[in-house]
């Protein structure tokens, strides 16, 4: 975690602060429903101190919560009370709902307390470059066949996440840390890799159309970080199967972290004289 942590050596208590980030985007959380890993996201959100906190959509699970009787508990509310903290301490939030909370579309542009809502955002990074911060969904058109077999990797999908919490569940007991079978049991599925890189190309067609350098989205349930052709696709990830998020530093790298501020990936900044709208060096 990247929480403050205490030294005591030499009889002396030093309190670490974490570091500061210059925005932090989390994705897909679906806050309300029974995959949720709410706790460990209410670990991660209590651990920040960044300027900007991007919410990237489907944050709380409206579906499920109308559909099937809602989980809150303790942890859910963690979470709700890390977020108000996190505004209480100068962190700007910006919410993007997606296709799981799209009623909260109906605020966008308005300025709530403590809270923007927007459509899509453009973040600019350190170095420059600007980024389209969306959901994903406006997508699903181009990457979705619809059809009886969609409906029933639906319904397969969620029954590998309740696989996935009873699995993890036996790893605590075992003293292990978290890995998703959910994921895995992706990476093995050709179809399921067809489907995210048709995703992966329409993020990017999007990104290019609109002269971006890149987007950052959610939506799918698989983190990534790479470049292409000069474009950046950054995807945060979720937080019922792969419990990550993506950050920018204070010197302007991009980072995939696990829940836990394990490293994944990273991009390094343009150097100065590289980067756009940046004066250059002789």
Known sequence: ????????GGGTSIRRLPPRRRAVFISDTHLGSRHCHAAELADFLAS????????VGDIVDLWWMAQRRAVW??????????????????????????NHDRPARRFCGLALPRMQVRRRAIHRLLDGRRLLVTHGDDYDAITHFGGLKEKLGDWLYYRIL????????????????????????KKRSEAAERFIQRF??????????????????????????????????ANDGDWVESLTALCETADGRLQLLAHDGQLLSELPALPVACAPGLPKVA
């Open 200 to 233: 992966v190309d329409a993020g990017l067609d999007d990104a290019r159309r609109r002269g971006l350098d890149g987007i950052i989205c959610g939506h799918i349930h698989r983190p990534g970080l790479l470049q292409r052709d000069g474009l950046i696709y």
């Open 162 to 185: 309740t696989g996935n919490q009873w699995f993890n569940h036996a790893r605590r007991r075992l003293g292990l840390r978290y890995w998703s079978l959910a994921e895995h049991l």
């Open 1 to 8: 975690m990247n929480g403050p942590l205490s030294d005591t």
């Open 73 to 98: 508990r303790a942890h859910q509310q963690r979470v709700v009370e890390a977020l108000h903290q996190l505004a209480r301490d100068g962190t700007a939030i910006i919410y993007v709902p997606g």
């Open 48 to 55: 920040l101190r960044c300027d900007r906190l991007y919410l």
